[in-house]
């Protein structure tokens, strides 16, 4: 017996996803503007025509009106009609154009327009099972997964999440060993070598590209004496004998969690730390519909999943995993002791030891 639909709901539910329709749109316009630098042309520039911030920008003022009308329909930016001015307010601005904030986010876009550039794959691998290897993926994912993440890692890394684990600033101010597994470009290796002079850090990431690219940022930043980034996986990077362990939003990525814990946990020091970063979520599906929630499913299905599928190991631990989880990943590759020593609500930080 087919059920009596409500016109009124059905309307309801179509202008709802109408909005997702535009918020869609307007992603990708985010994305351009990021990438022709309109956003920092109007930060703290107050007012501004069209035509000024076209100038400002080198581009074409017929495009970039037709742009700044679909970002005040957004609410992104204000527009005043006595004036025909547009105003990027300053919490704005933090937001989407001042890459040291805290709240910048304009790298999660380019992460999203990365993964649309393989959506045929994506598509495949729902219709064969079949993984996407981060090796992959377009090159906006890899520059924009760093610019999402690094600015927290810039704001919370020092001041508040290595403090969170009890000895540990004392330890790495002595000088210590520092392994930072799934290192990517090297932001977090890189900050730590640079608050702690007299640590030694090696990263570990499996795209070779990524590994070169960390390299070249280690020299930049003047502790290429220090800090080296080397291509291997999770399971069989070498060394042993590490102070500090880190995976900083990777364990999840990965097709044997487990074993990357066991093999984590062999190469500290008796008495060394694991450090693992992850993407804040609750336990069960229902703790996590929420906005957090519904941005990290949308990246995991189109990116982590299916990273940790390719490597055709024995689970994939999805982005929005849940403390209990990582927990018994943990424990099941050896650590004894786990504790959740700092959060935001982004990010999950879990101390783990021998």
Same mark, same amino acid.
């Given at each position: 017996?087919?059920?009596t639909?409500?016109p009124?709901?059905?309307?309801?539910f #179509?202008?709802?996803?109408?909005?997702d +329709?535009? @918020?869609?749109?307007?992603?990708?316009?985010?994305? %351009?503007g990021? =990438? &022709?630098?309109l956003?920092?042309a109007?930060?703290?520039a107050g007012?501004?025509?069209?035509?000024?911030?076209a100038d400002?920008?080198?581009t074409?003022?017929?495009f970039?009106?037709?742009?700044l009308?679909?970002?005040?329909?957004?609410?992104?930016i204000?527009?005043?009609a006595?004036?025909?001015?547009?105003?990027l307010p300053?919490?704005?601005a933090?937001?989407?154009?001042?890459e040291?904030?805290?709240?910048?986010?304009?790298g999660g876009f380019?992460?999203?327009i990365?993964?649309?550039q393989?959506?045929d794959?994506?598509?495949?691998?729902?219709?064969?099972?079949e993984g996407?290897?981060?090796?992959?993926h377009d090159?906006q994912?890899?520059?924009?997964?760093?610019?999402?993440? #690094?600015?927290?890692?810039?704001?919370? +890394?020092? @001041?508040?999440?290595?403090p969170?684990?009890d000895? %540990?600033?004392? =330890? &790495?101010?002595?000088?210590?060993?520092v392994?930072?597994?799934?290192?990517g470009?090297?932001?977090?290796?890189?900050l730590?070598?640079?608050a702690?002079?007299?640590v030694?850090?090696?990263?570990f990431?499996?795209h070779?590209?990524?590994i070169?690219?960390?390299?070249?940022?280690a020299v930049?930043a003047?502790?290429?004496?220090?800090v080296?980034?080397?291509?291997?996986?999770?399971?069989?990077?070498?060394?042993?004998?590490?102070?500090?362990i880190?995976?900083f939003?990777?364990?999840?990525?990965?097709g044997?969690?487990?074993?990357?814990?066991?093999h984590a946990?062999?190469?500290?020091?008796?008495?060394g730390?694991a450090m693992?970063?992850?993407?804040?979520?609750?336990d069960?599906?229902?703790?996590?519909?929420?906005?957090?929630?519904? @941005?990290?499913?949308?990246?995991s299905?189109?990116?982590?999943?299916p990273a940790?599928h390719a490597q055709?190991?024995?689970?994939c631990?999805?982005?929005?995993?849940?403390?209990?989880?990582?927990r018994?990943?943990?424990?099941?590759?050896?650590f004894?002791q786990?504790?959740?020593?700092?959060a935001?609500?982004?990010?999950?930080i879990?101390e783990?030891?021998p």
């Amino acid at each position: 017996m087919q059920s009596t639909i409500d016109p009124n709901r059905v309307q309801e539910f #179509a202008f709802g996803l109408l909005d997702d +329709l535009g @918020a869609t749109v307007s992603g990708a316009l985010i994305h %351009l503007g990021d =990438r &022709l630098g309109l956003y920092r042309a109007m930060a703290e520039a107050g007012p501004l025509t069209s035509a000024a911030l076209a100038d400002r920008t080198g581009t074409y003022e017929r495009f970039v009106r037709e742009w700044l009308a679909n970002q005040c329909a957004a609410g992104y930016i204000h527009y005043d009609a006595e004036g025909a001015t547009y105003l990027l307010p300053s919490e704005h601005a933090a937001v989407l154009a001042d890459e040291s904030s805290p709240a910048f986010m304009a790298g999660g876009f380019t992460t999203a327009i990365g993964a649309f550039q393989v959506l045929d794959k994506i598509e495949n691998s729902f219709r064969t099972g079949e993984g996407i290897g981060w090796e992959d993926h377009d090159e906006q994912m890899f520059c924009g997964v760093e610019r999402f993440f #690094a600015p927290a890692y810039r704001t919370h +890394l020092v @001041a508040e999440w290595i403090p969170s684990i009890d000895g %540990l600033p004392q =330890r &790495l101010s002595a000088g210590a060993r520092v392994a930072d597994v799934g290192c990517g470009h090297g932001a977090t290796a890189i900050l730590i070598a640079k608050a702690f002079p007299n640590v030694e850090v090696v990263g570990f990431d499996v795209h070779q590209e990524s590994i070169d690219v960390a390299n070249q940022r280690a020299v930049e930043a003047g502790v290429a004496d220090r800090v080296r980034f080397v291509c291997a996986t999770a399971q069989d990077f070498p060394g042993d004998g590490f102070d500090l362990i880190t995976f900083f939003d990777c364990l999840h990525d990965m097709g044997d969690p487990i074993e990357a814990a066991a093999h984590a946990r062999r190469a500290l020091s008796p008495d060394g730390v694991a450090m693992l970063v992850e993407p804040m979520a609750g336990d069960r599906l229902e703790d996590n519909l929420s906005p957090v929630g519904r @941005a990290y499913y949308g990246f995991s299905t189109l990116i982590c999943t299916p990273a940790a599928h390719a490597q055709h190991g024995p689970c994939c631990l999805g982005a929005q995993a849940g403390e209990t989880r990582l927990r018994e990943v943990l424990a099941a590759g050896g650590f004894q002791q786990v504790r959740r020593a700092h959060a935001t609500p982004l990010n999950m930080i879990l101390e783990a030891r021998p």
